[in-house]
């Protein structure tokens, strides 16, 4: 029997895909560029290898699909996916799908979908999260392709898809690079709540005094309540771990410098070049890349010295200022959506995005419950702070990040994300900023001139007399 997708890349997130594939009884072909790999991961497959149909050969592998052919690749980004397209077209028909399920830069995605159509072929961007077990169990996924690639996937991705109220995360989000947009954005909050919640953790450590197992109860209380996420559930877990080797809790070995792939920064990158600034996602990858200068972090500790001084904060107040800085970085991610969005025409639905992130993705939580209802209730101007039930939530969760914010900042922890999306919310909430005093800066060394409140039109002031 042919196959109904064929999967290519049998690395940890292809091989757990195929199974989660084949546990919903549907035929995979699969194969890799090691063939060795393939027969161990159907010796691992146990009763699923019955869905499974092994490859050696790319020929084979194509020739055992049905038609039009779904082929999707688990292969790293870039050149690779480039190859491989190269590899594979020639063995393609008009109307055959393939699709890129990796971290792919949405800018190389639509490169490919264009060339791709020149010969009648579809190119899908799908963003997928949820790390190994989603991908085995119910991951999130995000799709960007023609109506034709879609109407071929969705029978087969809404059957392995994470479930939330009984509806599949999963969603068709637009033409071409939109899906991994939709996921680099992902990525981005991912990046800002992971570098909140350690700079939370670093508050209760070092200014509070609390061992890691003490801040891995708060962190399990939390999961009971508003703050429930996924990242604060495997963090608790974190925080309970002990190092088998020395008996030590397992974060006081594990070297404290962050690895990064991309999809955050790109974020940032994305995010400027839309002429927004996603302050807190850029926070939070600037602290990585300041995470992993430990040898000059180490020099500049002896030289500057590195106290920290103690801290008066309830847990209530940390649990409140995480609150609202989760908030924010959501809605700073929402907003270069938006900005995209109107940039490629994509027409994303913001509310569908919200609903498809509520289960199997990394960073799904109680909060994005709240912000799907948000965003199809229509927020003011669009914003999302700006929606009735998350400006009442702000209102009370504001007051305990100012609090945080600086305490931490008066006695020297750094809190990169926290003070920034205090910042961002601080600065949009001013009617009337302090822009006046750039424009006739501007105005002053080189001519570029102002509007005047009220009035349309260019102006200059009367500094040259
Ligand atoms: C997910 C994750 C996943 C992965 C990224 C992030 O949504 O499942 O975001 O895609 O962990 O590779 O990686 P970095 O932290 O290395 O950038």
């Given at each position: 029997t042919t196959a109904q997708i064929g999967i290519y890349g049998l690395g940890t997130m292809g091989s757990a895909l195929a199974l989660n594939l084949a546990e919903q009884g549907i035929d995979v072909a699969v194969t890799n560029?090691?063939?060795?790999?393939i027969a161990q991961f159907m010796e691992d497959s146990g009763d699923l290898s019955a869905h499974l149909r092994p490859h050696e050969t790319l020929a084979d592998f194509v020739a055992g699909?049905?038609?039009p052919r779904v082929v999707l690749f688990m292969i790293p980004s870039g050149q690779p996916m480039d190859e491989m397209i190269e590899w594979i077209v020639p063995l393609l028909d008009r109307g055959d799908t393939i699709i890129?399920?990796?971290?792919?830069?949405f800018h190389d995605t639509r490169r490919r979908a264009a060339a791709l159509a020149e010969q009648e072929l579809h190119f899908v961007g799908m963003g997928m999260s949820g790390g190994e077990q989603g991908a085995r169990h119910g991951p999130s996924m995000m799709v960007g392709g023609s109506d034709h690639s879609w109407r071929q996937l969705s029978p087969i991705l809404r059957r392995i898809a994470a479930r939330f109220n009984d509806q599949p995360?999963?969603?068709?989000?637009?033409?071409?690079g939109a899906g991994h947009f939709v996921k680099t954005v992902h990525n981005g909050i991912e990046y800002a709540d992971m570098q909140m919640i350690s700079e939370v953790y670093g508050l209760m450590r070092n200014?509070?005094?609390?061992?890691p197992h003490e801040i891995g109860d708060v962190f399990d209380g939390w999961n009971?309540?508003?703050?429930?996420?996924y990242l604060i559930e495997i963090t608790a877990r974190i925080l309970h771990s002990i190092d088998?080797?020395?008996?030590?809790?397992m974060l006081d070995v594990i070297k404290d410098s962050a690895g990064q792939k991309g999809t955050g920064r790109w974020t940032v990158i994305e995010a400027l070049r839309l002429g927004q600034s996603a302050s807190t996602i850029e926070a939070a990858v600037g602290a990585r890349s300041w995470s992993s200068e430990k040898d000059t972090r180490q020099i500049a500790e002896e030289t500057l010295g590195g106290a920290r001084l103690g801290l008066d904060l309830s847990v209530q107040s940390l649990a409140d200022a995480l609150m609202a800085a989760r908030i924010l970085a959501h809605a700073q991610g929402f907003r270069v959506l938006t900005a995209a969005s109107r940039e490629h025409d994509w027409q994303l639905d913001l509310a569908r995005i919200a609903e498809i992130w509520r289960?199997?993705?990394?960073?799904?939580?109680?909060?994005l419950d709240d912000v799907a209802a948000a965003f199809h209730a229509g927020p003011r101007a669009g914003e999302l702070i700006l929606a009735p039930a998350v400006a009442e939530r702000l209102a009370l969760c504001v007051p305990a990040l100012r609090e945080v914010v600086s305490a931490a900042v008066h006695s020297g922890h750094a809190v990169p994300a926290l003070s920034a999306a205090l910042a961002w919310y601080d600065t949009m909430r001013?009617?009337?900023?302090?822009?006046n005093v750039i424009q006739a800066q501007r105005d002053v060394f080189g001519r570029h001139g102002f509007e005047r409140l009220g009035q349309g039109g260019e102006f200059h002031g009367p500094w040259w007399d």
């Open positions: 560029r090691e063939p060795e790999r699909l049905q038609v890129d399920a990796g971290n792919a830069d995360c999963v969603a068709h989000l637009g033409r071409d200014g509070l005094g609390r061992p009971d309540g508003p703050l429930a996420s088998p080797e020395t008996g030590h809790p289960a199997g993705c990394i960073i799904r939580s109680a909060l001013q009617g009337y900023g302090t822009a």
